[in-house]
């Protein structure tokens, strides 16, 4: 499975209510990634992160956090400011030289 | 930042044609192109990448093509078999001290047998 995991595989959120989507490698990758997959679209990335206590905003962050204190997790929330989160979400770790390993993802829909 | 862009976004080909799908990128000094193959619900998957210190690179029935003064580099199959058919991303590592990946927005290709 190279070594990315994430949990849960499906999510339900209800308005107004905050969720986490975890990510866990076994890589020893220090670079990590969340990226939104809509339906018929590219990847878009919300957040990432080079190196333990450190995390960068991506292209489309508003309405998400995370926190990386282990080098090894790396979990987003979608909070309640994130009007549509109803997509596939995709966490991604990178060696350094370049490849990236995805895991297996986590739909999120809002009822 | 970096702007890839994709095309083209649907492919149909028959069994045994060659695919070809391009992309273009907007920051010269970007030096690594890998390509993502993505099944109906699962994982995007590495299937090959290039470097740019190389023009072309080949694995079996895949290959890629690398035109750096162009900022263009594309995806090759040939004798496809309905299996191939999924979506295909391409994706640019920027330079600089934000390593990301920007991807493109997908071709999805259909092998008909």
């Known amino acids: 499975d190279g070594g990315i995991t994430q949990s849960p595989k499906y999510l339900f959120r209800k308005e107004g209510q905050n969720v986490t989507l975890s990510c866990e490698q076994n890589?020893?990758?220090?670079?990590m990634y969340w990226y939104r997959q809509d339906p018929g679209q590219g990847l878009r990335l919300i957040y990432y992160s080079q190196i333990v206590n450190d995390f960068q905003k991506g292209d489309i962050a508003e309405g998400y956090s995370v926190s990386r204190e282990k080098k090894e997790s790396f979990p987003l929330t979608v909070t309640s400011a994130q009007k549509n989160p109803t997509a596939f979400y995709l966490c991604?770790?990178?060696?350094?030289?370049?490849?990236?390993?995805f895991g297996q993802g986590t739909r999120l829909t809002v009822v | 930042g970096e702007n890839v862009e994709q095309h083209p976004s649907t492919l149909s080909v028959q069994e045994g044609d060659s695919a070809v799908i391009k992309c273009t990128y907007s920051d010269s000094a970007s030096n690594y192109f890998p390509w993502y193959k993505q099944e109906l619900g699962k994982r995007p998957q590495l299937i090959i990448d290039i470097r740019s210190n190389v023009g072309e690179k080949k694995d079996q029935r895949i290959a890629v093509t690398l035109n750096k003064t162009a900022k263009h580099f594309s995806l090759h199959i040939t004798e496809t078999q309905p299996e191939d058919s999924a979506v295909y991303f391409c994706a640019v590592l920027s330079s600089g001290s934000a390593r990301q990946l920007t991807f493109g927005s997908g071709t999805q290709l259909t092998v008909l047998p």
């Open positions: 890589l020893n990758h220090d670079a």
């Open positions: 991604a770790s990178r060696k350094v030289g370049g490849e990236s390993f």
